[in-house]
Nanobody, 126 residues
C-alpha cells in the first residue's frame, strides 16, 4: 500500500482545514489508519485513528472535539477535518496504516504503523 497525504496549508487561529490521505495498491479492510503530527524539535505525536472496517475512531486529548477522522471506503481515502485550529496545532501531519487487522484495539504508537505517507504541513497563525 502507498499513501498520499494532502490538504495542508496556512490558516489563522480558529479556522479549519481538511486533510486527505489516499491509499493505493491495496484495498483497506479492517486495518487502522492513523494521523500523526510532528512539530520542529518534537517527537511524532498521535492525533487520531480510524478502524477501516468498523469505522471506530479514537482521538488524542489535545484534538478531541475539534478534529474528526473519517473514511470513504469506496475511494480508499481517509480524512481529517480540523476545526478551531490553534497555533499549537502547527506541525507536519502524516497519515499511516497499520497492516495488522484489529477488531477492538486501536494502535496509538508510531512504531505500530507499517506504511507512512509523506507529510503535509499545517501552519496556524495567531
Amino acid at each position: 500500500v502507498q499513501l498520499q497525504a494532502s490538504g495542508g496549508g496556512l490558516v489563522q487561529a480558529g479556522e479549519s482545514l481538511r486533510l486527505s490521505c489516499v491509499a493505493s495498491l491495496r484495498t483497506l479492510t479492517s486495518n487502522t489508519m492513523g494521523w500523526f503530527r510532528q512539530a520542529p524539535g518534537k517527537e511524532r505525536e498521535f492525533v487520531a485513528a480510524i478502524n477501516w472496517g468498523s469505522g471506530d475512531t479514537f482521538y488524542s486529548d489535545s484534538v478531541e472535539g475539534r478534529f474528526t477522522i473519517s473514511r470513504t471506503s469506496a475511494k480508499n481515502t481517509a480524512y481529517l477535518q480540523m476545526n478551531s485550529l490553534k497555533p499549537e496545532d502547527t506541525a507536519a501531519y502524516y497519515c499511516a496504516v497499520d497492516l495488522t487487522s484489529h477488531s477492538a484495539y486501536v494502535p496509538v504508537n508510531a512504531y505500530e504503523y507499517d506504511v507512512w505517507g509523506q507529510g503535509t504541513q499545517v501552519t496556524v497563525s495567531s
